[in-house]
């Protein structure tokens, strides 16, 4: 059994402009220790609507030409549709600031066999090295306790032999392509940003001893993990900075 993890780094900050300054900032910092340990940065990003506002500050101050950049979870559309994860993050980031392709590992989504793009997904961290697959996971959160696409009740959260699969998720109606738990417990950093009165409730709770959210259980496993949320998401935490 995994030991439980220390009580995460909680950091609440009073807007989201603050709140993306300094991920940004703290981004930056573990892409220069990993180049300078290793000569690679390894980052899976997020989508959503904090991410978004968050891509455009790291344009600058990463060696992009040595980060590898992949995503936490996708949507089943193709990659030119308004809700792709990695539309988003080509728009907002990945093209800005000149992202090589060869770097950029997006989910084959628009595939009709998600399954098999769920294992190429898998092979394309493995041949990337050694855990931890990534440096760094970036997070969010949803009002039900989701993180990733890993959410409550689906089959996904009892996958422990696979670092990518597709899955099920009927609250949606629809199916879609994460990372599981031992990928993101096993990143060396993992970041959550979570804001907004509506995430108050579920933030609160994934920090309650026992929790058996989704993210609850990254939160509990992981020794890397830092929180950053707004005023609004943090005034259930009891004793919030």
Not at 160 to 184: C, G, M, N, S
Not at 210 to 224: E, H, K, V
């Amino acid at each position: 059994m995994t030991p439980a993890a220390a009580r995460p780094d909680i950091v609440v900050a009073d807007t989201v402009a603050a709140l993306v300054e300094t991920a940004a900032g703290s981004i930056r910092g573990l892409a220069a220790d990993a180049i300078a340990a290793r000569g690679r940065f390894r980052i899976a990003l997020a989508g959503g609507s904090t991410p978004r506002a968050l891509y455009p500050h790291l344009v600058g101050g990463i060696d992009w030409g040595r980060t590898d950049v992949f995503f936490g979870d996708e949507r089943a559309v193709p990659p030119d549709d308004p809700q792709s994860n990695y539309r988003m993050a080509r728009e907002t980031l990945l093209a800005p600031a000149g992202v090589p392709e060869a770097n950029v590992f997006r989910w084959q989504a628009e595939s009709p066999d998600l399954d098999a793009a769920a294992r190429d997904y898998e092979q394309a961290l493995r041949a990337r090295g050694a855990p931890p697959w990534v440096d760094l996971a970036l997070l969010g959160l949803g009002p039900d306790g989701h993180t990733a696409s890993l959410f409550p009740g689906t089959p996904a959260l009892a996958v422990e032999d696979r670092l990518a699969v597709a899955v099920e998720v009927p609250q949606l109606a629809t199916r879609r392509l994460t990372l599981t738990y031992p990928t993101l417990v096993g990143a060396k950093h993992v970041m959550f940003l979570v804001t907004g009165a509506e995430k108050r409730a579920a933030l609160a709770d994934v920090l309650r001893p026992g929790s058996t959210l989704p993210a609850a259980r990254i939160i509990q496993r992981s020794a890397g993990v830092r929180i950053l949320c707004d005023a609004d998401a943090a005034q259930d935490i009891n004793g919030a900075p």
